[in-house]
């Protein structure tokens, strides 16, 4: 099975960038659906970016403009830009590898089957 491990996360001021990248164990196919979830505490797994089975890339509303997902090989990364308080909480990088996901499915967290360990970003005002 494929493994997942996330890295660069990490505590910055209001403003600033991380860039979280995800290694897998294996080449990640080019047909495989890919996303960045987060999780606050007590709160539901969320979407913030997506690749779907097409390599079209997703992005919720609140990661529009300031996030970008890229894949290559076997790294997903994701590069967040004008980092807000309320983006502090676990990131957690996902792969789909049972089949294929359209755009309106790949924020979905019950769609991923193969998942990180997560890594936590602070944002300080």
């Known amino acids: 099975a494929m493994g997942l491990v996330e890295s660069g996360g990490g505590s910055v001021q209001a403003g600033g960038s991380l860039r979280l990248s995800c290694a897998a164990s294996?080449?990640?196919?080019?047909?495989?659906?890919l996303g960045w979830f987060r999780q606050a505490p007590g709160k539901e797994r969320e979407g913030v970016a997506g690749?779907?089975?097409?390599?079209r890339t997703i992005y919720a509303d609140s990661a529009k403009g300031r996030f970008t997902i890229s894949k290559d090989g076997a790294k997903l990364t994701l590069q967040m830009n004008s980092l807000k308080p309320e983006d502090t909480t676990m990131y957690y990088c996902?792969?789909?590898?049972?089949?294929?996901?359209?755009?309106?499915?790949?924020?979905?967290?019950?769609?991923?089957?193969?998942w990180g360990q997560g890594t936590q970003v602070t944002v300080s005002s």
């Open positions: 690749i779907d089975s097409d390599g």
């Open positions: 294996a080449y990640i196919s080019l047909t495989y659906p």
């Open positions: 996902a792969a789909a590898t049972y089949g294929r996901l359209l755009d309106t499915e790949v924020l979905d967290p019950r769609l991923y089957n193969r």
